[in-house]
């Protein structure tokens, strides 16, 4: 992939000898390497430079790793850092991964795994560059198909599209409801965008948190609080500054924080696990849920008052089935959406095949269409077969043999992965970059596949 010279990679470090060699290496890489051992000044460039990645020391005196990755989201929540690591800071660096960082290396950098860590960056920021521009030029159309990000004309979306506008002029907790697939997450960031633009929108499935964890998360945590807590660690509350948090799956929340969550929102203020330090909520607050809320309440699994606060402001986000007169104009989209990520050429659906897709009551609704859509074009002339149809007309069809190909293929990642652990003695700082994944996939894979490191340490082969 060419690399543009008008979006250099940004370079940050204190010390000047590791900061003149990583510019080297970047040079040879092709890249154009901007050079600051002042995070303060590197900031300042930042706001007015568009940059394909950021690579910082995560210790440094003027400012540590977190307080500058904290503060590079808050300039652009899109842009990948990846953080250089002493021993020491292992731990540092794996609290950094979970509020965003890209990547983190171990030092010394090796060169071969910086490029690609840096190479695997760079084609995500291109990507979101892209979508970006994409959406810029849909925003320009005027089509009433297209809404910042949205896409549809069916009345149930214009009255939508006129709701999110009425909405965003408010202040008030929004609550949205909507069947899985519909595109919360979407209507979520709409009202951001319009509501508090260049602030962060920080999102977060309570669903997908550990409970022992969440208020950890949401809240942070000060060091020393339990055990593991070795420093300061700010939560998606704070992160979220000015800005919205988009909590997704509401009804997932445990009752014990459902009641401290309420407590925030009435006093507009929140302390950090271990603090007594009462910090203010400046954020606005977007939830989302799939379930009946109402229903929950009565059954006792959801607080009535937290209810009554979260929905300020009522969104109801109609399902796919509801506005089928949609779903040309959905694949459509997807289509083109494909061949511009994997760069072919893919012929329009046939009229016989739209049909058969409007068929179906789509269940997973958007999602569950755009997921078909790509599946339909990675086949290619497969889909004049009929056996998309089954798949499209029933979801459950080819279930068993679904399920053989997941198990085949789980196997065969995971004696790969295993293979290529061996032949690096166990060390991830290795492995991770001849597999191509961030060191954090590969050790989402390690628990994935309950594989034990220390087994492999002293097998490499010959």
């Given at each position: 992939m060419a690399v543009s010279s008008t979006q250099p990679v940004l370079v940050i470090d204190d010390d000047q000898y590791l900061l003149s060699a990583i510019g080297q290496t970047l040079k040879l890489g092709l890249y154009q390497p901007v050079l600051f051992s002042n995070p303060l000044a590197a900031l300042e460039e930042l706001r007015s430079t568009s940059y394909l990645s950021v690579i910082a020391d995560i210790r440094m005196p003027v400012m540590d790793g977190m307080e500058l990755l904290e503060k590079l989201q808050a300039i652009d929540p899109d842009l990948p850092v990846i953080l250089i690591t002493g021993h020491g800071d292992i731990t540092l660096a794996v609290q950094a991964i979970k509020v965003g960082a890209y990547d983190f290396l171990e030092k010394p950098v090796d060169d071969e795994i910086l490029l690609a860590s840096l190479k695997r960056a760079v084609e995500k920021r291109t990507l979101i560059l892209e979508n970006r521009h994409l959406q810029e030029q849909i925003a320009r159309q005027d089509n009433q198909s297209f809404y910042r990000g949205m896409v549809g004309c069916h009345p149930l979306m214009n009255r939508l599209y006129e709701v999110v506008e009425k909405v965003a002029r408010e202040d008030d907790p929004v609550l949205l409801f909507g069947e899985t697939g519909t595109g919360k997450e979407l209507v979520a960031n709409a009202i951001h965008e319009i509501s508090r633009p260049g602030q962060p929108f920080v999102a977060v499935n309570m669903a997908a948190m550990?409970?022992?964890?969440?208020?950890?998360?949401?809240?942070?945590?000060?060091?020393?609080?339990?055990?593991?807590?070795?420093?300061?660690t700010v939560g998606r509350f704070e992160h979220a500054g000015e800005g919205t948090l988009f909590l997704d799956e509401i009804c997932s929340l445990p009752p014990t924080l459902q009641a401290k969550l309420l407590r925030v929102l009435e006093e507009r203020g929140f302390t950090r696990v271990g603090s007594n330090?009462?910090?203010?909520?400046?954020?606005?607050?977007?939830?989302?849920?799939?379930?009946?809320?109402?229903?929950?309440?009565?059954?006792?699994?959801?607080?009535?008052?937290?209810?009554?606060?979260?929905?300020?402001?009522?969104?109801?986000?109609?399902?796919?089935?509801?506005?089928?007169?949609?779903?040309p104009l959905l694949v459509e989209f997807f289509r083109q959406e494909y061949c511009r990520d994997r760069e072919r050429d893919i012929p329009p659906f046939s009229p016989a095949q739209l049909e058969e897709i409007v068929k179906n009551d789509w269940p997973g609704n958007i999602r569950e269409l755009r997921n078909t859509v790509r599946r339909l074009c990675v086949f290619g002339e497969e889909r004049e077969t009929g056996a998309d149809k089954r798949d499209t007309a029933d979801p459950t069809a080819g279930e068993g043999r679904q399920s053989s190909l997941k198990v085949y293929l789980e196997s065969a990642e995971k004696e790969y992965i295993l293979k290529i652990l061996a032949d690096c003695n166990g060390k991830v700082g290795r492995a991770h970059g001849v597999l191509g994944l961030s060191r954090k996939g590969l050790y989402d894979k390690i628990n994935k596949y309950m594989i034990d490191l220390e087994l492999l340490k002293g097998k490499s082969r010959p």
């Open positions: 550990a409970a022992d964890i969440i208020e950890s998360e949401l809240f942070g945590h000060e060091k020393g609080a339990f055990t593991g807590a070795i420093s300061d330090v009462n910090r203010q909520l400046k954020a606005r607050i977007i939830s989302a849920t799939n379930r009946n809320l109402p229903e929950e309440i009565e059954r006792g699994n959801f607080r009535q008052d937290l209810f009554y606060r979260l929905n300020g402001l009522q969104i109801d986000i109609p399902p796919l089935r509801n506005r089928k007169e949609d779903i």
